[in-house]
């Protein structure tokens, strides 16, 4: 199965530590959408990166979020200093072009 | 400012019947409409889609149907089955970044045998 993968899957971190979240495209899919869920919302949009570029970054909070999507490897979304503000399901999707995104099964966030 | 509303947080519906789940939006760019299906602790997977040209789109047990005007859009599945019990979500987008979605908040579908 070529589906979006993303790990891990669930992330602890204490407040003031790095979380790092990956995710892989399907394959043949150069676009790549990091969404993020709080509870009991719907999913927002953060990011949209190609390969090597930021083609939209205006859901990103203007601090300690960052994103890449590099030439070889897994896209990254990264952030610093986590505050309990920001345990939540992020999801990656990812998509050929034009065509419906698919969704990775997320990474659960909590901070402690 | 919430620009996609599901205004019915849940709807419960018995196996065999129609289930028809609503969507409002606000913003008039929003060109392209889709569904998405969520299952607990998984992402949410595409169901359905329709563009501002069309006002219903068919797909086996479901159909969208947009009325642009109203700016309203509803999903139906006919008939119901209990796998269909899941979180659905609504979500929009313009010409500009089709990948760029707007989504609702969500109703949770829950059919009973």
């Known amino acids: 199965n070529a589906g979006v993968m993303q790990n891990p899957r669930h992330l602890v971190r204490r407040r003031g530590q790095e979380a790092r979240l990956r995710c892989s495209p399907m394959k043949g899919h150069s676009h790549v959408y990091w969404y993020r869920q709080l509870p009991e919302e719907g999913l927002k949009f953060m990011v949209y990166l190609q390969k090597e570029n930021i083609i939209d970054e205006s859901g990103m909070p203007k601090e300690r979020f960052s994103a890449e999507f590099p030439k070889e490897g897994p896209s990254i979304l990264r952030i610093q200093q986590v505050v309990r503000g920001d345990s939540a399901a992020y999801f990656c999707?990812?998509?050929?072009?034009?065509?419906?995104?698919?969704f990775g099964n997320g990474t659960r966030l909590t901070v402690t | 400012d919430q620009q996609v509303k599901q205004n019915s947080p849940s709807l419960s519906v018995q196996e065999g019947r129609i289930s028809i789940l609503n969507c409002d939006y606000t913003?008039?760019?929003?060109?392209?409409f889709l569904w998405y299906k969520k299952y607990p602790a998984e992402g949410p997977t595409f169901l359905i889609s329709i563009s501002s040209i069309k006002d219903k789109n068919e797909d086996g047990r479901f159909t969208v149907f947009l009325n642009k005007s109203a700016k309203h859009l509803s999903l139906h599945i006919v008939p119901s089955q209990p796998g269909d019990s899941a979180v659905y979500f609504c979500a929009a987008s313009d010409q500009t970044s089709y990948g760029k979605l707007t989504f609702g908040q969500g109703t949770i579908l829950t059919v009973h045998p």
């Open positions: 999707a990812s998509s050929g072009g034009e065509s419906p995104l698919h």
């Open positions: 913003n008039s760019m929003f060109d392209y």
